[in-house]
């Protein structure tokens, strides 16, 4: 049943990534996960093997009411995948004006998701304030925002306080309190990045769940369609992701046995 929402205040900061190889580690832990692509680059998929001609999806085709099961794709991992499905700038409009009309064709449906208590859900957000964010928001048990540790991260620390990137408003104030931060692409070598990774890490407390190394298995594993910990599990980054899954882990309830999904996917 739990809903970890992943987002960000600014793009390229490896949120995807992230949301992949947590989820394998949460994955690996004994929880049952599912991830769900709310991003129009439609890439979550690929961390997971779905193949590059696999074009499509569940949030793409929202404005249509599918059932979600039948866009389950089933990976090696284990995890089970919700792609967002390709779409174009006209059809992410119109999706963005179906979603702001009726929030219910999200909310149904992740209702229905959620109501399985063995299942926990990881959904990938866009950059940003959204309506699929505003939807998803009240229905987390945790939101991570993904910081990378570069000098701009200081500036958008009271963006993490208010929680005003997730959206205007008093829902962004009353959902705040849920935020937890990874720092990404932390480079030891760089004076910089440690210094801007410190500075970040004091001003949060015990808000940050983690951080992970700079490390050029992410890139190879991705290029493989893989996850860091097939490839590489005694990688610094497979190392920095267990203690991520394990912070997530400890601040979750606790993953129910013998639940069944009871519903088949292709």
Request: with cysteine.
């Amino acid at each position: 049943m739990p809903l970890i929402c992943f987002a960000s205040p600014k793009g390229g900061v490896g949120k995807t990534t992230l949301t992949a190889n947590l989820a394998d580690a949460l994955q690996r832990e004994g929880r049952r996960v599912m991830v769900m692509d709310f991003d129009p680059q439609n890439t979550l998929r690929l961390h997971f093997g779905v193949p590059l001609t696999d074009m499509g999806g569940f949030t793409a085709d929202l404005p249509r009411r599918p059932d979600w099961r039948s866009c389950v794709r089933e990976t090696a991992s284990g995890v089970k995948v919700l792609p967002h499905g390709a779409m174009e700038l006209r059809g992410a409009l119109g999706l963005a004006a179906a979603l702001e009309r009726d929030p219910e064709l999200l909310a149904a449906p992740m209702r229905s998701i959620l109501s399985d208590p063995g299942l926990t859900v990881i959904a990938d957000t866009s950059p940003g304030p959204s309506h699929a964010l505003a939807v998803l928001v009240p229905m987390a048990s945790m939101v991570i925002a993904v910081l990378q540790a570069e000098a701009i991260s200081a500036a958008l620390i009271p963006d993490i306080d208010s929680g005003r990137f997730l959206g205007s408003g008093t829902m962004a104030a009353l959902f705040a309190g849920r935020l937890r931060v990874v720092l990404n692409e932390v480079d030891l070598n760089s004076r910089l990045s440690r210094a801007a990774a410190d500075a970040v890490a004091r001003h949060l407390g015990p808000r940050l769940l983690g951080a992970v190394t700079r490390d050029e298995t992410m890139a190879e594993a991705l290029a493989m369609q893989k996850l860091v910990q097939e490839i590489a599990p005694d990688s610094r980054a497979a190392e920095d992701i267990r203690g991520i899954a394990r912070a997530v882990e400890a601040a979750l309830p606790a993953a129910p046995e013998g639940f069944s999904m009871g519903w088949g996917a292709r």
